[in-house]
């Protein structure tokens, strides 16, 4: 049991005094099947029939009031095709009627009554009746939603509702720089978070990979900053201009979601610095970042222009969001850069700052306060914490939730997004749906005082593996668990929740073109698999959402919608590339398997292996290293073997003694996976496994500094005439990760693939 909180205490007592339903209900609670739940539900006797015209009346000298009228009055319009009017006075008619109490306030509790002569959402401010609404929508049936069913009239089920919000802070990250996403999207998701009451979307603009905000003032950050160069060739990437900036804030307000911008620093600012190289400690130029991880590359804290930037950047920001709040990243920010630096030294003297650690906390300090001049408060990831912030910022958690006991018990509030509950970019195998439902943004063993500075939640869709073609189902039904932990007072029924969600949710977001995800698996896995026998290569298809169409190519190109459909009795046996990818709604997924298959001399032939292998990384089993199929640039993709710490010594077993032109060895490098090249390959040769011939050792000259991934051969050729019987391959693990690595001093991986034998 966790601690009790002021607020979930107030919600029990509500749970005790409330839990019987009239007798005279003709139906129960059970035909109520919104999420979240709301606070207070009793069931009435009979309906209201919502038939052509409607009447919606609302004070409309109230201006938010009347918004909120003509937005119901829009949404009942679109979905039956009846005529809807916006009406000041109420007359005899059956009608709904929207009051609020009070004109500027924040709260957000309403009541909803529904009787068969009347709609009543009361709320003590707008912002409460528009949640009335979304409440109101969730009583329709599913098929309300779908916009091709028309019907005389729509039955809406006699209840009384009172409502309100345990966490105020209700929100979700979306990550637009690692993909990039069109602005009527975004809009689609603003609109979805508001009907499950969710009221911030956290828009992460700026990244490594992407900067999608226009800033007049710095135009390449745009013009340079939002394109990438893909490992194809390509150009991806992509922005919003200021006026779909407006536009979305705009759309969000109407629907009670406040969009907080986030702009990253001082580190994930690669693409900034792609844009203006002299943002950066060495002024190299840097490409915008094409692979995913944590980058070196941030921003010089030693050079006043830093600061000039970044000042620039948030005028134009601030002018554009109204939100108080302003996020300014903070998270995963490696000090190599700093710590070579003769300006950001200098800077750390003059200020006395004892590391760069206090020169991190320097950094974000000052933002704060050019901040806080212009009304505004700052929210930081959780590593903001490390050199001192004062306590009027606010700390955002995400790497675990004991960060979010520290933060609340040195005075700071707290937005909660732990990765153990609240990263929707992992797989629903590994977060599930009924995860998310237990999440408790309050840590164990803080005080009640403490417990108040608990502002929320939110759900953070990181989106290096997301794309438009698989957002739906990585976020859904996920993300009305989170509306549900976030909103919903007094005890959490996951049994209640579920049925909810299957029974109505699930069929509502499908009538409203959601694709709905699976609850715990992954939505698509595909896994490649050899036949021991005939050494095939095939692709394992498991699904967890409908509609999913495997395509496949054999030629090296990357399957498209035209491409041949693959089924399970496919084999991949005769030499060449092929890849397999799965579509959805005919867009393709960011996933792809690609098996190269090689008959060269050494394949199927046994390996005896001096280390084993990582248990993580087994590769395809005994023969994954002769077994004829070289792997992809993805460490995951189940071809490659793995090995922490330790070297690859490896024996092949020709069966015979035969000639040998020359021997090849593919190892991947993905440095901020943690995996490096070997130092080096030393072959050597035998008949008779008893004398040894030295054969020759390879190095290489990547450095490890290199941040994208890749793959490297590194090839032995043999003096002519060379036979061999028995083939040793000892490939060097290089040693402890390097100073500059996130990971500095701990042991690398090496990743090693085929051994090619001609
Ligand atoms: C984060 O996931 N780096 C905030
Ligand atoms: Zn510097």
Same mark, same amino acid.
């Given at each position: 049991?966790?601690?009790?909180?002021?607020?979930?205490? @107030?919600?029990?007592?509500?749970?005790?005094?409330?839990?019987?339903?009239?007798?005279?209900?003709?139906?129960?609670?059970?035909?109520?099947?919104?999420?979240?739940?709301?606070?207070?539900?009793?069931?009435?006797?009979? @309906?209201?029939?919502?038939? /052509?015209?409607?009447?919606?009346?609302?004070?409309?000298?109230?201006?938010?009031?009347?918004?909120?009228?003509?937005?119901?009055?829009?949404?009942?319009?679109?979905?039956?095709?009846?005529?809807?009017?916006?009406?000041?006075?109420?007359?005899?008619?059956?009608?709904?009627?929207?009051?609020?109490?009070?004109?500027?306030?924040?709260?957000?509790?309403?009541?909803?009554?529904?009787?068969?002569?009347?709609?009543?959402?009361?709320?003590?401010?707008?912002?409460?009746?528009?949640?009335?609404?979304?409440?109101?929508?969730?009583?329709?049936?599913?098929?309300?939603?779908?916009?091709?069913?028309?019907?005389?009239?729509?039955?809406?089920?006699?209840?009384?509702?009172?409502?309100?919000?345990?966490?105020?802070?209700?929100?979700?990250?979306?990550?637009?720089?690692?993909?990039?996403?069109?602005?009527?999207?975004?809009?689609?998701?603003?609109?979805?978070?508001?009907?499950?009451?969710?009221?911030? !979307?956290?828009?992460?603009?700026?990244?490594?990979?992407?900067?999608?905000?226009?800033? @007049?003032?710095?135009?390449?950050?745009?013009?340079?900053?939002?394109?990438?160069?893909?490992?194809?060739?390509?150009?991806? +990437?992509?922005?919003?201009?200021?006026?779909?900036?407006?536009?979305?804030?705009?759309?969000?307000?109407?629907?009670?979601?406040?969009?907080?911008?986030?702009?990253?620093?001082?580190?994930?600012?690669?693409?900034?610095?792609?844009?203006?190289?002299?943002?950066?400690?060495?002024?190299?130029?840097?490409?915008?970042?094409?692979?995913?991880?944590?980058?070196?590359?941030?921003?010089?804290? +030693?050079?006043?222009?830093?600061?000039?930037?970044?000042?620039?950047?948030? &005028?134009?920001?601030?002018?554009?969001?109204?939100?108080?709040?302003?996020?300014?990243?903070?998270?995963?920010?490696?000090?190599?850069?700093?710590? *070579?630096?003769?300006?950001?030294?200098?800077?750390?003297?003059?200020?006395?700052?004892?590391?760069?650690?206090?020169?991190?906390?320097?950094?974000?300090?000052?933002?704060?306060?050019?901040?806080? @001049?212009?009304?505004?408060?700052?929210?930081?990831?959780?590593?903001?914490?490390?050199? +001192?912030?004062?306590?009027?910022?606010?700390?955002?958690?995400?790497?675990?939730?004991?960060?979010?006991?520290?933060?609340?018990?040195?005075?700071? &509030?707290?937005?909660?997004?732990?990765?153990?509950?609240?990263?929707? &970019?992992?797989?629903?195998?590994?977060?599930?749906?009924?995860?998310?439902?237990?999440? /408790?943004?309050?840590?164990?063993?803080? &005080?009640?005082?403490?417990?108040?500075?608990?502002?929320?939640?939110?759900?953070?869709?990181?989106?290096?593996?997301?794309?438009?073609?698989?957002?739906?189902?990585?976020?859904?039904?996920?993300?009305?668990?989170?509306?549900?932990?976030?909103?919903?007072?007094?005890?959490?029924?996951?049994?209640?929740?579920?049925?909810?969600?299957?029974?109505?949710?699930?069929?509502?977001?499908?009538?409203?073109?959601?694709?709905?995800?699976?609850?715990?698996?992954?939505?698509?896995?595909?896994?490649?698999?050899?036949?021991?026998?005939?050494?095939?290569?095939?692709?394992?298809?498991?699904?967890?959402?409908?509609?999913?169409?495997?395509?496949?190519?054999?030629?090296?190109?990357?399957?498209?919608?035209?491409?041949?459909?693959?089924?399970?009795?496919?084999?991949?046996?005769?030499?060449?590339?092929?890849?397999?990818?799965?579509?959805?709604?005919?867009?393709?997924?960011?996933?792809?398997?690609?098996?190269?298959? /090689?008959?060269?001399? *050494?394949?199927?032939?046994?390996?005896?292996?001096?280390?084993?292998?990582?248990?993580?990384?087994?590769?395809?089993?005994?023969?994954?290293?002769?077994?004829?199929?070289?792997?992809?640039?993805?460490?995951?993709?189940?071809?490659?073997?793995?090995?922490?710490?330790?070297?690859?010594?490896?024996?092949?077993?020709?069966?015979?003694?035969?000639?040998?032109?020359?021997?090849?060895?593919?190892?991947?490098?993905?440095?901020?996976?943690?995996?490096?090249?070997?130092?080096?390959? *030393?072959?050597? !040769?035998?008949?008779?496994?008893?004398?040894?011939?030295?054969?020759?050792?390879?190095?290489?000259?990547?450095?490890?500094?290199?941040?994208?991934?890749?793959?490297?051969?590194?090839?032995?050729?043999?003096?002519?005439?060379?036979?061999?019987?028995?083939?040793?391959?000892?490939?060097?693990?290089?040693?402890?990760?390097?100073?500059?690595?996130?990971?500095?001093?701990?042991?690398?991986?090496?990743?090693? /693939?085929?051994?090619?034998?001609?």
């Amino acid at each position: 049991m966790r601690r009790g909180t002021a607020p979930r205490i @107030a919600g029990l007592a509500a749970l005790l005094v409330v839990p019987f339903v009239p007798v005279a209900a003709q139906h129960s609670t059970d035909a109520i099947r919104v999420v979240p739940y709301p606070e207070h539900v009793e069931a009435r006797r009979g @309906a209201f029939t919502l038939r /052509d015209p409607v009447r919606i009346v609302a004070d409309t000298a109230n201006v938010r009031l009347g918004e909120i009228a003509e937005f119901l009055a829009r949404v009942i319009g679109e979905q039956t095709g009846f005529a809807v009017t916006v009406e000041a006075l109420r007359g005899t008619d059956p009608a709904i009627v929207l009051t609020a109490r009070g004109a500027a306030h924040e709260a957000e509790d309403y009541e909803l009554t529904v009787s068969p002569a009347e709609i009543r959402i009361d709320g003590t401010s707008p912002r409460g009746v528009l949640w009335g609404v979304q409440t109101l929508r969730q009583l329709l049936p599913p098929a309300f939603e779908d916009p091709t069913v028309r019907q005389a009239a729509w039955i809406i089920p006699a209840v009384s509702i009172r409502d309100r919000p345990k966490f105020r802070w209700r929100g979700s990250l979306f990550d637009v720089s690692r993909h990039f996403f069109p602005v009527e999207f975004v809009e689609r998701y603003i609109d979805l978070l508001s009907r499950y009451k969710m009221n911030v !979307l956290h828009w992460h603009l700026t990244d490594d990979q992407g900067w999608r905000i226009e800033i @007049a003032k710095y135009p390449r950050l745009t013009e340079v900053g939002a394109w990438r160069l893909e490992p194809d060739g390509s150009r991806y +990437g992509g922005f919003y201009t200021r006026d779909e900036i407006r536009r979305v804030v705009e759309y969000a307000r109407l629907r009670n979601v406040t969009v907080v911008p986030e702009i990253e620093m001082p580190g994930h600012a690669q693409a900034a610095i792609a844009a203006y190289p002299e943002l950066g400690c060495t002024g190299d130029s840097v490409p915008v970042a094409t692979s995913w991880g944590v980058m070196r590359e941030i921003y010089c804290a +030693g050079n006043e222009r830093t600061f000039e930037f970044l000042e620039g950047v948030l &005028d134009e920001v601030l002018a554009l969001f109204p939100s108080e709040y302003i996020h300014i990243g903070g998270d995963e920010v490696p000090k190599d850069r700093w710590r *070579a630096c003769d300006s950001c030294q200098a800077l750390m003297r003059r200020e006395g700052l004892a590391d760069e650690a206090a020169l991190q906390s320097w950094f974000v300090r000052r933002i704060e306060r050019y901040l806080s @001049a212009r009304g505004r408060r700052l929210i930081g990831w959780d590593e903001i914490l490390e050199g +001192g912030i004062d306590t009027t910022a606010t700390v955002q958690v995400w790497r675990n939730m004991a960060h979010a006991a520290s933060a609340v018990r040195l005075g700071n &509030d707290v937005i909660a997004s732990p990765t153990s509950h609240a990263y929707f &970019d992992g797989s629903p195998r590994s977060l599930p749906l009924g995860r998310v439902y237990e999440f /408790d943004p309050v840590p164990p063993g803080v &005080d009640d005082a403490e417990a108040s500075r608990i502002l929320g939640g939110e759900a953070n869709i990181w989106t290096e593996y997301i794309t438009t073609a698989n957002f739906d189902p990585m976020v859904f039904p996920r993300l009305l668990a989170m509306a549900e932990a976030l909103w919903t007072r007094g005890a959490h029924d996951s049994t209640a929740f579920l049925r909810r969600v299957r029974d109505d949710q699930v069929p509502r977001l499908r009538a409203m073109d959601v694709t709905v995800g699976p609850e715990d698996r992954d939505v698509v896995r595909l896994t490649t698999h050899v036949d021991s026998v005939s050494l095939a290569a095939y692709v394992r298809v498991e699904r967890g959402v409908e509609g999913l169409v495997v395509r496949f190519t054999e030629d090296g190109t990357v399957p498209t919608q035209d491409s041949e459909v693959y089924d399970p009795s496919i084999r991949f046996e005769r030499p060449g590339m092929y890849t397999v990818r799965p579509f959805l709604n005919g867009e393709g997924l960011p996933v792809s398997r690609t098996v190269e298959v /090689d008959h060269h001399a *050494a394949r199927g032939k046994p390996v005896r292996l001096t280390n084993e292998p990582s248990r993580q990384y087994p590769g395809t089993g005994a023969f994954t290293l002769t077994d004829g199929l070289l792997a992809s640039l993805d460490h995951h993709d189940g071809l490659w073997q793995g090995f922490l710490g330790r070297d690859l010594e490896a024996t092949i077993d020709l069966g015979a003694g035969r000639p040998a032109d020359s021997i090849r060895v593919t190892f991947l490098q993905a440095t901020p996976s943690w995996i490096l090249l070997p130092r080096s390959v *030393a072959v050597s !040769l035998s008949l008779d496994e008893t004398e040894w011939t030295p054969a020759g050792e390879v190095s290489h000259e990547i450095p490890a500094t290199r941040e994208e991934r890749l793959r490297h051969a590194f090839e032995l050729v043999l003096p002519s005439g060379s036979r061999a019987r028995y083939i040793k391959v000892v490939a060097r693990n290089p040693g402890p990760l390097p100073p500059w690595h996130a990971g500095a001093g701990r042991p690398s991986w090496i990743f090693a /693939d085929e051994i090619v034998v001609r």
